[in-house]
């Protein structure tokens, strides 16, 4: 079993910056990947940004070139860092970890609003 406590998320303008962060415990050696995923109301989640074991990265294009997905060295808590947000990318960001099963974390708010 992975558990999963995600942080950092709050009220920013339009433009500014926040960092998430995910924290893995339990059987993290499992772990073969970690990525993040959102939920705007009405719509359905979709995939952020993902980071695998060898530390491949990838991410959607809306968020190209602003958002940015890393890990701690010993790859139990990685982080989204998000600058020039938008309005749009408003929604609940949710950490996920795939390995021996899929695991999610609880979600935590992120606004964008002036």
């Known amino acids: 079993q992975v558990q999963l406590v995600e942080s950092g998320g709050g009220l920013v303008q339009p433009g500014g910056s926040l960092r998430l962060s995910c924290a893995a415990s339990?059987?993290?050696?499992?772990?073969?990947?970690m990525g993040w995923y959102r939920q705007a109301p009405g719509k359905q989640r979709e995939l952020v940004a993902v980071i695998t074991r060898a530390g491949t990265t990838s991410y959607a294009d809306s968020v190209k070139g602003r958002f940015t997905i890393s890990r701690t060295s010993a790859k139990n808590t990685v982080y989204l860092q998000m600058n020039s947000l938008k309005p749009e990318d408003t929604a609940v960001y949710y950490c996920k970890a795939v390995g021996g099963g899929y695991y999610w974390g609880q979600g935590t708010q992120v606004t964008v609003s002036s």
């Open positions: 339990g059987s993290t050696s499992s772990i073969n990947a």
